[in-house]
């Protein structure tokens, strides 16, 4: 029996990944999200994003679990909704990190590093890596990519 290009990509997990993050501005507001921006307005003036655009990228962001709503109100203003990370969203963190390294090495502005992942504690700098359950760390080279069992049959 023969698989669907459908069939295939609703059990890949990047496939899935992608249905949430995979337009163009959504991994910049999640960005954004990391940097402490949580309202609309504030999302728009530091991206330069159409709001209608805007509008779509945090729905997407919320249906998808990555943001969460939450009512605000400002002395003298109605309520609003602003947007924060949740779990799921903050785990996103170490995606962003490896966006950042590859673009720092492929991609170089010339005027070095945008952003620099470090320590809470001791503000050294930290980087992704692949790591065996034992603590040993292995080189992309070393790394290999099998099928897992939610994978269908080729």
């Known amino acids: 029996m023969s698989t669907t290009p459908r069939e295939r990509n609703a059990r890949c997990s990047v496939a899935r990944s992608l249905d949430v993050l995979g337009e163009k501005w959504t991994l910049l507001v999640v960005r954004e999200a990391f940097f402490g921006v949580t309202r609309f307005a504030d999302f728009r003036a530091r991206l330069g994003i159409a709001p209608d655009v805007l509008t779509a990228r945090l729905e997407t962001l919320v249906e998808g679990g990555v943001l969460a709503r939450r009512p605000y109100r400002d002395e003298g203003q109605r309520q609003r909704e602003e947007y924060v990370l949740t779990e799921a969203g903050a785990e996103l963190k170490t995606i962003l990190a490896a966006f950042v390294a590859w ?12 952003t620099v992942y470090v320590d809470r504690d001791t503000e050294e700098p930290v980087r992704i890596a692949f790591l065996t359950d034992d603590g040993r760390e292995l080189a992309p080279e070393d790394v290999g990519v099998v099928a897992g069992p939610g994978a269908l049959a080729a």
């Open 103 to 114: 673009g720092d090495v492929h991609r170089p502005s010339g005027f070095g590093p945008s």
